[in-house]
């Protein structure tokens, strides 16, 4: 219950994140016409990560999916810069390769859950 929750919520956060700024000072002002609390949420977490004032967290499709990175401004050195945004690549490319295992995983699992399942109903 609690993952999918938190689905929900990063759904919602990214579905405003796609529409900009504009569209975040629109849930936050809804949230404080529909219920003050949820209107100041909106807020604090607006400016706890900087969406308020311009965001960090850039977007880019990759096979039809959108994915999540983290850029970071120039330190003005270009041997560090270079080597931060190849490891910052190869740490996506790795976690996209385990999303990808946890899904076949889950495949296998339901996969063999339902053939003992039909198999025990043959035997039934």
């Known amino acids: 219950m609690r993952a999918t929750v ?7 956060r990214d579905w405003l994140d796609a529409r900009g700024r504009i569209a975040w000072l629109v849930a936050m002002i809804l949230g404080f016409v529909a219920a ?13 990560s900087k969406r308020m004032f311009g965001s960090c967290t850039h977007r880019r499709h990759r096979d039809g999916e959108a994915q999540r990175f983290y850029r970071a401004a120039p330190t003005g050195n270009a041997a560090f810069d ?21 899904a076949k995983l889950r495949e296998a699992k339901d996969k063999a859950e339902f053939d003992q399942f039909m198999d025990e109903r043959r035997n039934a």
């Open 6 to 12: 938190g689905r929900v919520l990063a759904d919602c």
């Open 36 to 48: 003050w609390p949820v209107g100041l949420f909106i807020l604090g977490y607006m400016i706890w």
């Open 82 to 102: 270079a080597y931060r945004d190849e490891t910052l690549k190869r740490l996506e490319d790795e976690h996209q390769a385990f999303v990808d295992f946890l």
